[in-house]
């Protein structure tokens, strides 16, 4: 009977599992990591310097009381800089995933013998965002993580997120940010070398364009790889958003 009962439970678990498994086969692997070419500076032109003209050289050389410099030069105005907002709820309405967002920062834990920093995770059904990726409405790169097992589930289904469906982010100063899937890869992760590891982890370093970036293990029950889901902002739908307000 306990055996009965213990496969029961269990069962469901197994069949996810597998289900997941054989959904692995239509993500791609990631690409090979192509870095940009390096440019050469290029050599210095010598500029030659022009001769006063006859108005620069009738100018008499009176020097001018530091106070009176100061006085004549203009007051500038300090104007406020938009820090961007952080993202505080996630919306993924293709899988039904409604999911509040805190911020996270790193833990040491012992791996091979060797004390490594890793993210953190929410231990309960939250996306954790890496609190020094960029915050929603600026260039850089917005990093969201979540458990697919266990703590929650919070991102159970993301594997079942396709290119072209949309998610949106909710911020902290009230505005929702849409976005499209435009990318989504495998990457192999447990018993690879460091170099493939440091490899995967470009996916969580900043960039120079706009994007969230969704990571979570898979298949479920499983920490062989790591799925990514990259979306890119919808400037058309933002714009919808804030003609309906």
């Given at each position: ?5 213990g496969g029961a439970l269990f069962l469901p678990r197994l069949l996810t599992y597998a289900e997941t ?68 709820t996630l919306t993924v309405p293709t899988i039904d995933l409604v999911a509040p967002v805190v911020p ?136 919808d958003l804030e003609g309906a307000n």
């Amino acid at each position: 009977m306990l055996l009965l009962a213990g496969g029961a439970l269990f069962l469901p678990r197994l069949l996810t599992y597998a289900e997941t498994l054989l959904y692995t086969q239509r993500i791609p692997t990631a690409p090979p990591f192509e870095p940009a070419p390096v440019v050469a500076n290029p050599e210095p032109t010598a500029t030659a310097t022009p001769e006063p003209t006859s108005a620069q050289q009738d100018v008499p050389s009176t020097p001018v009381e530091p106070t009176a410099m100061l006085t004549a030069m203009p007051t500038a105005t300090p104007t406020e800089v938009w820090q961007g907002t952080a993202p505080v709820t996630l919306t993924v309405p293709t899988i039904d995933l409604v999911a509040p967002v805190v911020p996270i920062g790193w833990k040491i834990e012992r791996i091979s013998g060797q004390d490594q920093a890793i993210w953190d995770v929410p231990d309960w059904r939250a996306a954790g965002w890496h609190e020094d990726t960029a915050p929603l409405g600026l260039p850089g790169n917005t990093v969201l993580n979540g458990h697919n097992t266990a703590n929650g589930e919070v991102f159970r289904n993301l594997y079942k997120v396709e290119v072209g469906e949309q998610l949106l982010l909710t911020g902290e100063d009230g505005e929702v940010y849409v976005y499209d899937v435009g990318e989504k890869y495998i990457l192999r992760e447990a018993g690879q070398p460091l170099s493939v590891r440091q490899e995967n982890a470009r996916y969580i370093q900043g960039t120079p364009d706009e994007r969230i970036t969704l990571v979570t293990c898979h298949p479920y029950g499983s920490l062989a790889n790591r799925l990514v889901v990259i979306a890119y902002p919808v400037v058309e739908s933002i714009m919808d958003l804030e003609g309906a307000n």
